[in-house]
């Protein structure tokens, strides 16, 4: 019986996993294609579904990044607020800087901002805009 639990264990995680990442990919190529926009919420529904501390704190994450990305500026704020928490709560500390980051990008809070990079590097991340840029993609200028 112990087996059986962990590879059910094993299996959720990777499905969450590759429901994260096909959210990331959605977010980081949208640019104009709303559709990209709702696949990746539809993938941050099924995360919710999960009902484990992880896929909710991916879920929260991603669900901010679309917001933002479609413009729905207090809307967002409060969902990268929820990020936060959910992050802070589940022990996902590079998750929580990464959205702490964005939602002082967003509020334009140069302290917390300047703040954020500094935590995110404080944890041996070299590039702190990379690391944030993996957890919580936008698309790309050509010129980036």
């Known amino acids: 019986m112990k087996l059986f639990r962990s590879l059910t264990h094993r299996v959720q995680r990777i499905r969450v996993g590759a429901r994260w990442l096909q959210c990331r990919l959605a977010l980081a190529t949208a640019g104009h294609q709303r559709w990209r926009l709702q696949l990746a919420r539809k993938a941050a529904r099924r995360l919710f579904k999960e009902r484990i501390g992880y896929a ?26 929820e990020a936060i928490d959910a992050a802070t709560r ?24 300047a703040a954020a990079r500094a935590d995110i590097a404080a944890r041996g991340v070299v590039v702190p805009e990379r690391m944030v840029q993996v957890h919580l993609p936008r698309p790309q200028s050509s010129a980036d």
């Not at 991916?58 to 413009?71: D, I, K, N, P, S």
């Not at 500390?93 to 917390?112: I, K």
């Open 56 to 81: 909710d704190t991916y879920a929260r994450m991603l669900v901010a990044a679309a917001l933002e990305q479609e413009g729905e500026r207090s809307r967002a704020e409060r969902a990268y607020r």
């Open 90 to 113: 589940n022990d996902m500390l590079l998750c929580s800087e990464a959205a702490r980051h964005r939602l002082a990008e967003l509020t334009e809070d140069a302290g917390e901002l």
